[in-house]
């Protein structure tokens, strides 16, 4: 049967093959950006039912695997399979698969593991959130609450399992950086640290391993340092119960947010600076540590402006600039910034309560 149409291709031109030629790579790299969502959630279902902790080195036939994990046989392989193509996980034509340097990432038991990751950006409430960018645009309010019922740390506080998979998410993260916020901070004998916002207080007790003659107070919210075991363990480290919305613990000589000021829109981050001067002498320092955005976006990981999105859809905060950092200390009543320590990750950097 023929079909009729009144549709007449353009005629092809030695011009109209070399535009064609030419879009050919970006329209696939377009492609691969806009289903990256489905990337995404092919990752976290695999972590979700256990299969990069239940693949072995020799490899395994995914049919017996999916019995063992309890899964739909037919539905885990054609997962595995395009996880394969995407380079996670070897998987042969028979149906073997194996480990490669990608897939050891999503194990849960060797690190460096992005496992907890993986689960948290796909988990629910985060999710719904990025379908709610566009809320974002028009109104520049964050998304959670919006799409969520509540802000994100009340949602959190009522929804068990994915408070366990932040916090595992939280405890993941940036393997070894106590240590190297550590080994930058200059304490002197006797001087007190106070960790506002501190958790479960892996910091402080990282510090204290450090300079033997030195107090640490982590201060947070009871139900924060109730899952850290409060102070136990250390006879040098106590706790104070809070909010640094409210006021800070008075009496030390360094005060330290970590990871605390990304969380939080201007006016927010520059209440807590100030409840931190308030609580220091003149001369006292303060240490923020957090990603540090350069000017220009040319100069940027991609991923510190994925992150400066994420914190404006989960809290309405943002990553930072230094210029950006150095107006919220100055209003605050802060010198400018020094940088102690600038990595990929995160920079610490210090300034002093004038």
């Avoid at 879009?23 to 289903?35: D, H, T, V, W």
């Avoid at 979700?48 to 995914?62: F, I, K, N, Q, R």
């Avoid at 408070?163 to 240590?179: N, T």
């Avoid at 807590?272 to 350069?294: E, S, T, Y």
Wanted: a negative charge; proline letters at 4%.
């Amino acid at each position: 049967m023929t079909i009729q149409t009144s549709f007449q291709a353009e005629p092809v031109t030695h011009e109209n093959a070399e535009i064609g030629a030419s879009a050919a790579s970006n329209i696939r790299r377009m492609q691969e950006l806009i289903r990256g969502m489905a990337v995404t959630q092919m990752i976290a279902a695999a972590c979700e039912v256990g299969l990069p902790d239940a693949v072995d080195e020799e490899g395994t036939s995914l049919t017996p695997l999916s019995e063992h994990l309890k899964v739909h046989a037919d539905v885990l392989t054609r997962v595995a399979r395009a996880l394969s193509s995407h380079g996670i996980f070897e998987v042969d034509a028979d149906g073997r698969i194996r480990h490669n340097e990608a897939s050891r990432l999503l194990r849960t038991t060797t690190g460096p593991s992005l496992h907890w990751a993986a689960r948290f950006w796909a988990m629910p409430g985060v999710w719904r959130s990025w379908g709610a960018l566009s809320h974002c645009v028009d109104t520049g309010e964050e998304a959670f609450s919006h799409v969520n019922g509540q802000d994100f740390f009340s949602y959190m506080n009522g929804s068990p399992e994915e408070e366990a998979l932040y916090q595992r998410y939280m405890a993941s993260g940036y393997p070894g950086r106590y240590a190297a916020i550590a080994d930058v901070l200059t304490v002197a004998p006797g001087e007190r640290v106070i960790d506002v916002g501190g958790g479960t207080g892996s910091l402080a007790r990282t510090i204290l391993e450090r300079n033997p003659t030195v107090q640490a107070v982590v201060y947070d919210q009871a139900s924060v340092i109730s899952a850290g075991s409060g102070a136990s363990g250390h006879d040098r480290l106590s706790t104070c119960v809070g909010s640094f919305f409210d006021a800070v613990p008075a009496g030390g000589d360094i005060y330290i947010l970590s990871w605390i000021l990304h969380d939080w829109p201007d006016e927010k981050a520059e209440s807590i600076l100030r409840n931190c001067r308030k609580a220091m002498d003149a001369g006292a320092r303060l240490v923020v540590v957090d990603r540090v955005l350069q000017e220009s976006p040319q100069e940027c990981d991609p991923l510190d402006l994925v992150l400066d999105l994420q914190m404006l859809l989960l809290h309405g905060g943002r990553e930072r600039t230094l210029d950006d950092f150095n107006r919220l200390l100055n209003a605050a009543d802060f010198s400018a910034p020094q940088v102690l320590s600038a990595r990929p990750e995160f920079s610490v950097i210090q300034a002093c309560a004038v």
